[in-house]
């Protein structure tokens, strides 16, 4: 393992140190009324061997104990007056979250996905922790395959990688981890939360009340040009934030259905990092024009032509030093040029029109609008979610993974891609960078893309697309100056 014994103490008392589901995963958790809207997500690893089992359970059962979210369950309050808890699994058994099966011959990468595809497809049990764990042996060449089934309450994309630095090696020696012990049972039961908090209520009303008194006053008192222009300005962007999508959705991709199909792509990172700078973009420029280009080629095979689309693209809002774990990103919505053919003014409009959306003053506003819409009845909330997440054709989301080579008791992992939550949208792309390689998995409502193989064919041409441009740059003689020239 990769954690040292004396961080361990440190790691599991950060690790959901609150408690209490925040209230935007409040809203996740809840908006599942609706099972559109399950927030499933499934990490594929591939393997070069197949690990040792006896040291796979030990692996599992020293990182539940380690982080809380592993053994924790969601404790609701009975009559919904407060948020969720985190509470100890009395009936915690690792049998349950973690098990072996063998892939069928010929055990190819594509049955691997399938097994993914049908694990994220499964609802969780609500009333045990929220993660399962499938190995799968029998894949070609003897190898094996690892899948983890998160709920994205536990963590966003960047509190995933945390985890999986933690519970990762960085050998394939077994590491010496510290022995920990089983977390204390809780009697925590949806009953003593909601006297809790009936009896904590007055004393919250009336801080509240005092805070928000406080808050007005001290606006009044010290109201200036700048803060009143600045309270405007962030009006303007809500009401940007709140207001219809960008783009009308398409036509081809409006149906959806509790079905999901997956697949996926690679490409080296020093590739789309080339084409990113060969138009003075990023790697995610680069990533978002390639399946912008893909969509188009999608549409075009379909016969029809559509000048734009909305990219609901997750911003990172997590700050250095916050915790590990949980949810801290922000959506944001994007006008992705669709009929623009040249590759390299996409991506300049779609670096230009991201950077924008970064910028936003409201880009945070959930936090804000989440502690009332999460007191709202669930089958509202659900509602008015489905409508919001139903508009969005494709979902764009890019995570750092771990730059360096990560081994699973033994087995060092080959590629690691992150079928990421797709509560609604019609295609949900997410890349994972890992060890100096980019793994792309597609995650698409079998009912909006009937056809997913024809969709992942073509993203991989928009990939190809646009990695050209960087290759060509690459390939440019150096610019002669004087002295060459004579």
């Known amino acids: 393992m990769t954690v040292s014994d004396s961080d361990q103490a440190a790691i599991a008392a950060s690790w959901n140190a ?9 809203l996740m958790w809840r908006t599942e009324a609706k099972p559109l809207l399950r927030s499933t997500g499934v990490v594929m690893e591939l393997l070069d061997s197949v690990p040792d089992r006896e040291r796979v359970i030990a692996a599992h059962e020293w990182g539940s104990r380690l982080l809380a979210p592993l053994r924790h ?31 069928p011959q010929p055990g190819n990468v594509q049955q691997a996905v399938e097994a993914a595809q049908t694990l994220g497809m499964t609802p969780f049990d609500r009333a045990r922790p929220l993660w399962e764990a499938l190995l799968l042996e029998g894949l070609e060449g003897d190898r094996a395959v690892y899948l983890l089934k998160l709920h994205h309450s536990i963590a966003d994309g960047e509190g995933t990688v945390q985890m999986f630095d933690i519970l990762h090696g960085d050998s394939p020696e077994p590491g010496r981890a510290r022995a920990l012990p089983v977390p204390a049972p809780e ?6 939360i909601a006297l809790d908090t009936l009896l904590s209520a007055p004393r919250r009303l009336l801080r509240e009340t005092v805070g928000i008194g406080g808050r007005i006053a001290s606006g009044a008192v010290h109201a200036r040009p700048d803060k009143l222009l600045g309270a405007i300005r962030y009006a303007e962007s809500l009401g940007k934030m709140l207001g219809p999508p960008p783009a009308q959705g398409s036509i081809l991709l409006e149906q959806r259905s509790l079905n999901r199909r ?10 789309l990092r080339a084409a990113g700078r060969a138009c003075g973009g990023t ?22 032509d559509l000048g734009e689309l909305t990219v609901a693209l997750p911003i990172s809002l997590r700050k250095e030093g916050d915790p590990p774990g949980s949810n801290r990103f922000a959506g944001a919505r994007i006008l992705a040029p669709l009929g ?24 945070g506003f959930m936090d804000a609008l989440s502690p009332v819409m999460s007191r709202l009845p669930s089958v509202l909330v659900a509602t008015m979610t489905e409508r919001v997440t139903r508009s969005i054709d494709l979902q764009a989301s890019n995570v750092r993974g771990l730059q360096r080579t990560a081994y699973m008791a033994g087995a060092r992992v080959e590629r690691m891609y ?8 019609a295609v949900m792309v997410t890349l994972m960078s890992y060890d100096g390689h980019c793994y792309i998995a597609v995650n698409v409502n079998a009912a909006a893309v009937p056809d997913h193989e024809l969709f992942v064919q073509s993203v991989q041409e928009g990939l190809d697309e646009v990695v050209t441009l960087g290759r060509a740059k690459r390939k440019r003689p150096p610019a002669r100056g004087v002295a060459d020239a004579a």
């Open 262 to 271: 997956y697949g996926i792509l690679d490409i080296p990172l020093d590739d």
């Open 73 to 103: 369950k969601v404790v609701e309050d009975a009559l919904r007056l407060a948020s969720p808890r985190w509470v100890v699994d009395q009936d915690f058994d690792i049998g349950y979250h973690l098990r072996f099966a063998r892939l």
């Open 418 to 425: 992150a079928f990421g939550a797709a509560p609604g949208p």
């Open 187 to 192: 009697h925590v039961s949806g009953a003593s």
């Open 18 to 26: 609150d408690r209490r589901l925040t209230p935007f995963e409040n």
């Open 340 to 363: 623009e053919l040249d590759p390299r003014t996409r991506m300049r409009l779609i670096g230009e029109r991201t950077a924008a959306a970064r910028s936003e003053p409201a880009i």
């Open 283 to 304: 790697v995610n420029d680069a990533f978002v024009a390639a399946l912008v280009g893909g969509m188009r080629r999608y549409h075009e095979h379909h016969g029809i």
